[in-house]
């Protein structure tokens, strides 16, 4: 497995690329491992040495088998834990274009869904607070902070 970047003031770098095509959103349920059960953008950690737009590519292909376009980066997310020193810095980026077609891989399995259908109920707690800003073209500055995944203690967001 390739070492993970963090950063010196103990920061992990992570990216989350959502892929619009107008009218839906294509999110992945995540099928193992920090999240499992729970649709989201697809993104994870930079490797050391990566850039977060080489990441955020990288990722992309892996999760959901396509190789996106240009990429527009709409918000950085701050998300704490109880318990849990390292804090996660999540570069979130949109994409419009794409080659490829959506397909299932060991870690996610790719769904549309309309923009006034996104199944809110089955994500993560802090995506109301932030995604559907993002939706309406604004760029976000969040901070969240959770007790454990499924309880979201404080939230602050700033739109730009």
């Given amino acids: 497995m390739p070492e993970m970047y963090t950063t010196s ?7 989350l690329v959502l892929l619009l095509d107008g009218k839906r959103i294509l999110l992945g349920m995540k099928k193992r491992g920090f999240g499992a059960g729970r649709w989201n953008g697809f993104g994870g950690k930079l490797e050391l040495g990566e850039s977060i737009d080489a990441a955020a590519r990288r990722e992309v292909a892996e999760e959901a088998g396509v190789i996106v376009g240009e990429l527009t980066e709409v918000g ?4 704490s834990f109880d318990g849990q ?3 996660f810095e999540v570069h979130v980026f949109t994409a419009t274009s794409w080659e490829g077609t959506p397909s299932e891989s060991s870690e996610m399995r790719p769904e549309w869904f309309a923009l006034d259908a996104i199944p809110y109920n089955t994500m993560w707690l802090d995506d109301p607070y932030w995604l559907p800003l993002v939706l309406k073209g604004k760029s976000v500055h969040g901070t969240f902070h959770f007790k454990d995944q499924q309880h979201l203690v404080s939230h602050h967001v700033e739109v730009e």
């Fill in 85 to 87: 020193e390292e804090v």
């Fill in 76 to 79: 950085v997310l701050t998300f």
């Fill in 9 to 15: 003031m103990g920061k992990r770098l992570l990216t």
